[in-house]
C-alpha cells in the first residue's frame, strides 16, 4: 500500500510539474518576439524620420544656394566691368561709353542683390581679415596686414563666401642683420 500511495504522491509532484503549460511558455516567448519586433519597428521609423528631416535640410540648402554655380561663372564678367570703371578717363566720348557700362553693371549688381549676391568691399587701411579676403600681393608698409589696395570685390551668396575680396596688403620691411653683415664683408674685399 505503501507503494501505491508513494507512486500517487509521485504523480502528483509529477502533475504539478507538469502544471506548468507548455502554451505559457509559448506565450513568453511569443511575447519577447513582439517585444524585439516592436523595439525595431521603432528604431526604423526613427532613422526614417531622420533620414527624412537629412533630406528636408539638404533640399533646403540646395534651394538656397541654387544660384552659386551661375554667380561663380558670371564673377569675371563682373570684375571686368569693375577694372574698367576704376579707371578715369579723360576723353569724352570714352566717358559716355564708361557711363553705359556703368548702368550695365549697375543694373547686374541688382538683379544679383535680388537673388541674396552681396559684394564684398573691404575698406581701405584697415585689417586684413583672411575669412572674406585673399591677399594677392604685399607691399612695404607700417603695419603688418593692412589692406592697401582694393584690387577685385569679393562676393558673398546669403551667408556663404563665394570668393574672397581680392586685397595687396602692406608688410613691415625687416633689416636682416646677416645681409647687412655679407653686404660689408663684400665692400670690404672689394
Known sequence: MKDKKEKKLDKEKVSEEEAVD???ERIAALEQEVAMWKEKTYRTVADFDN???SYEKDHQQMVKYRG???I??????L???YLVLK???EDP????YLQGFNMIYTSMLQALESEGVSQIFPKLNCEFDPTNMQAIDTVEGEKDNIVVELSKPGYMLRDRLVRPAMVVVSKV???DETSDESNEEQQNQA
Open 22 to 24: 507548455p502554451r505559457d
Open 51 to 53: 533620414l527624412r528631416k
Open 68 to 70: 552659386q554655380p551661375f
Open 72 to 77: 561663380e561663372k558670371l564673377i569675371p564678367t
Open 79 to 81: 570684375d571686368t566691368f
Open 87 to 89: 579707371n578715369e578717363v
Open 93 to 96: 566720348s570714352l566717358k559716355a
Open 173 to 175: 620691411k625687416k633689416e
